[in-house]
């Protein structure tokens, strides 16, 4: 046990006998759950796990625009998960390409009580786990069917043993200032009017507290609180040559008292709005190759995006015959023990720590979605991928869970998902020298000019029709995915002048590539981030999110690739907006 989890248990000690094993909602799903040990059809396997789950969630969220309010919400719901596994941990109805359709699929659109009622909530999960009982033996029915038709190419277990964990931990206080943060939104949005050139905009803030709960037939019973709590800022306009340019931020805090205040967000506002005031008057960038710096924020989102949501493999589920069906690979399927890094740089995802640097990790959890507790994880050494991360569903190589589930999966499995990302660096330099070694390496090619980036758009804020243009126009990454376009990035010249430009996107740019970095510096980035299990997560996810914190260093690579940009860009507006008046 860490430190963490026994100071949470510690906390929480005097509230457990009296309130938090007792808690109305746990006792009617371990006493169901009890009584649902004995489902059993005539002729059909009983169940040898079962698990009952459920989030209960009360949120907030307002938006404003340019000092007017554009919408308030206040909710409250429980959603419930039920999964049945019959069969036996070597084979069972999950990692089948219709497990979800005929499984957990079938509890359609089960509601809850919001009171706790025990006696109404244990009807509900009554009905509940009949319904996916079910499913599940005609999943596996249908599992074994197409089986007898395809040769599998290799036998792995479909799910693995772990020990039952108990953890009671107390809900958040909840914080219901709804005025206060509709006003506060609406005053930090008022300030886009400094910014005339900027023609869309949006400050939200999101505001969700929510316990849940997880509970197992194999002894795990689960209480946590799962929260999250976030502030966002959005702006866009349109080049005269119809090229979109857009900027955003993102707030994240562990608690109500953390949200940014707003000075924070104003300081926001006016730094998204001069960023697209100054993308605006920059000239479009043309095709580039030569040493490139990723500098700060940047080079936090390039570790995210290709280390990140990498360093969980997939399994491809048994599928109907001639029928396959498209599983997107992780870049390091295949590639354990194979250099991806230098040799001198490490990477450690660490969901234990919750502080580095006086900032809150938001990537910190007691527990992951399946009730494991779990334990930081090397997965580069020495440039070398050594781990993955991983669930209860064994891939090749790995059998075992290291508490990565922290996102529903596919196939009746969860999703392996990265927490806090430290990137480390056993050889470095400072900042200032990292830029005169690119200076350097200008002269040394006879270049005019080398390129620094100081930010990705990761998460992305593109519109789905922009995202629709990019895939369209070739915007994929070598393994087919979306890359995240380069936002902020300027040209370097020998005498250390730097000019903005737009217009760029990377060309072949994949996780092999991160082996061309030759230098990097001694100061770190903090980046936070909201992300959905997506190797590029939109800035407006719904659905089940996670919080990421990524801590890297600036990275000078000898050789990347850009290309301009071509795409089929909207037309701009037929006459001007309308003038700004002062909101304030």
């Known amino acids: 046990m860490t430190r963490r989890e026994f100071a949470y248990l510690l906390s929480a000690l005097p509230l457990v006998a009296d309130d938090l094993a007792n808690d109305p909602v746990l006792r009617a799903l371990r006493d169901e759950l009890k009584r649902s040990r004995e489902l059993k059809l005539q002729g059909v396997e009983a169940p040898y796990f079962i698990e009952y789950a459920l989030d209960d969630v009360e949120s907030f969220v307002t938006s404003a625009q340019m000092g007017a309010t554009l919408r308030t919400n206040v909710s409250h719901s429980r959603v419930p998960r039920i999964q049945v596994r019959v069969g036996d941990p070597s084979f069972d109805n999950t990692n089948y390409v219709f497990t979800d359709f005929f499984g957990a699929g079938r509890l359609g659109g089960m509601r809850l009580p919001l009171d706790n009622d025990y006696a109404v909530l244990r009807h509900r999960y009554w009905l509940g786990t009949d319904r996916v009982y079910k499913g599940s033996v005609e999943a596996i029915a249908r599992k074994r069917a197409a089986l007898r038709n395809i040769t599998q190419q290799e036998k792995l277990n479909d799910f693995a043993k772990a020990e039952p964990t108990k953890l009671y931990l107390p809900s958040s206080k909840i914080s219901r200032k709804h005025d206060d943060w509709v006003s506060l939104t609406r005053r930090a949005s008022a300030a886009f009017s400094d910014f005339p050139k900027v023609t869309s905009s949006n400050v939200d803030l999101d505001a969700g507290y929510s316990t849940s709960y997880y509970l197992t037939t194999e002894g795990t019973e689960v209480r946590y609180p799962d929260d999250l709590f976030f502030a966002r ?101 295949g590639r354990l023990n194979s250099r991806i890094l ?80 430290f990137v480390k660096a056993r050889q470095t330099v400072a900042a200032d020298d990292l830029k005169k070694r690119l200076l350097e390496l200008i002269g040394q090619r006879g270049k005019p000019y080398g390129l620094l980036i100081r930010k990705l758009d990761y998460p992305t804020s593109a519109s789905f029709d922009e995202l629709r243009r990019m895939s369209a126009s070739g915007g994929q990454r070598a393994d087919g995915r979306l890359a995240a376009l380069p936002l902020l990035v300027y040209r370097v010249y020998p005498d250390g002048r730097e000019q903005l430009v737009r217009g760029l996107k990377f060309r072949s740019l994949n996780v092999r590539s991160l082996r061309d970095i030759m230098a990097a510096s001694s100061n770190e980035t903090i980046f936070h981030f909201i992300g959905n299990g997506s190797p590029l997560p939109t800035i407006e996810s719904q659905g089940y999110v996670t919080s990421h914190t990524v801590v890297a260093p600036s990275v000078l690579f000898e050789d990347m690739e850009l290309e301009k940009r071509e795409e089929d860009w909207p037309k701009v507006p037929v006459v001007p907006p309308p003038p700004l008046v002062s909101f304030r």
């Open 233 to 333: 800022i959005r702006g866009g306009a349109q080049a005269q040559d119809g090229m979109p340019v857009r900027d955003s931020v993102v707030f994240l805090a562990r608690t109500a008292e953390k949200l940014p205040s707003e000075s924070v967000l104003k300081t926001g506002v006016s730094t998204i709005g001069r960023n697209i005031t100054e993308l605006l008057a920059a000239p479009m960038g043309e095709d580039y190759s030569g040493p490139v710096l990723m500098e700060g924020e940047a080079a936090a989102q390039l570790f995210a995006q290709y280390i990140g949501s990498n360093i969980a493999l997939t399994r491809r589920p048994v599928s109907e015959p001639g029928r396959n069906f498209p599983i997107p690979e992780s870049e390091l399927q």
């Open 342 to 421: 230098p040799e001198w740089m490490d990477v450690v995802d660490d969901p234990v720590l919750t502080t580095y640097g006086g900032q809150d990790l938001q990537g910190s959890y007691p527990v992951d979605m399946e009730g494991v507790v779990p334990k930081p994880v090397t997965v580069i050494e020495g440039g070398t991928v050594k781990q993955f991360l991983t669930t209860r569903q064994p891939v090749r190589g790995f059998e075992g869970s290291n508490g990565r589930a922290r996102l529903p999966g596919s196939f009746g499995a969860k999703a392996a998902v990265f927490s806090n990302l």
